[in-house]
């Protein structure tokens, strides 16, 4: 996901920095054929809004490293687009990063970064911090080649952030200063008048971007939950009153959602709300052209709904 005034609402950008490393061969999907894979477009943003058409790169698919026993450390920087030219209002966002890249509790015991025996054999359950002016916050030791969640909230008076939840983010020793990403709640409000009912703060937003390989977005992908691969019952509302909705799917159409989008654009974005706390997998599907049956399930992607959240899990699509 990428930068834009309306990608903030429920996409939040970026999504971990997952590269081609999403989640490993044990979720490659198999067996569509090269028209299905013709008819997805890949393209690249090479100013704003605007989309640079590329082949799609299905070749650097690679599994993940296997991890080594080393540690390493993580700085990041906490990043709302809505409120990037005042990072001051991002110091105190509190920071929570989960090593196992799973979050069972959010509420669950953390110890603070660098914390004496933090980097022993079995890591603790997660990492808790407070961004300093910046918005910045280090966490010194976790395990090298691995996959992280983040999970940040900025509290007050007045809360300045929606929660946020990213998982699939990828830790080895060339990573840098990573972005993690919170809305600012004024944009959150403005939901309702765009996708046209209420998110229920009992229940989570959940998006993405459709990517190949090469980080390339993809166009003319279907993208779904199968209530039948929720792990608890679906709300009668999750889909809204109006049947446009699917099954809560929104697409995008430079960065913007739009009601009438039945397949991502070129921005390769999604996202569904009103989704009940629960690990969910979100499926891709190709499609033979533009408005053809699906065929095939082209790539999946599976992480945590949080109640009142906008988690974010990219989709990786790999080749035939």
Known sequence: MRKGSWMVLVVLAGCGGEGSKDEGPAFRQRGYDDAISAAMTAYREVADDTWEARAIDHDSCVADPAPDGNFCPLSVQVVDFEESRFLVELGGTTVKVFPANRIDDINAACVAPGTVGACGATPPVCFVGTADAQG????????????????????????????????????????????????????????????????????????????????????NV?????????????????????????????????????????LTSP???????????????????????AGGAIEENVGRVTFTALPDTITIGDLLVEGP
């Open 267 to 289: 921005d390769g974005l999604w996202a569904f709300v009103n989704v009940p706390p629960a690990e969910v997998t979100v499926f891709a599907s190709g499609r033979r052209s």
């Open 222 to 262: 279907a993208v779904n939950i199968e209530r039948g691969r929720l792990s608890e019952p679906i709300s009668a509302d999750f889909s809204g009153d109006d049947p446009i909705y699917g099954v809560g799917t929104f697409y995008f159409v430079n960065e913007f959602p739009q009601k009438q989008q039945s």
């Open 136 to 219: 910045r916050i280090d966490f010194p030791c976790l395990p090298c080649n691995t996959r992280y969640a983040a999970w940040t909230y900025k509290e007050s008076m007045i809360p300045v952030t929606k929660k946020a939840a990213e998982f699939h983010r990828w830790i080895d020793a060339t990573t840098g200063v990573e972005d993690v990403f919170t809305i600012s709640v004024k944009t959150y409000n403005l939901i309702p008048g765009i996708v046209g009912f209420q998110p229920d703060p009992a229940l989570g937003i959940v998006a993405g971007e459709a990517n190949d390989c090469g980080r390339h977005s993809l166009e």
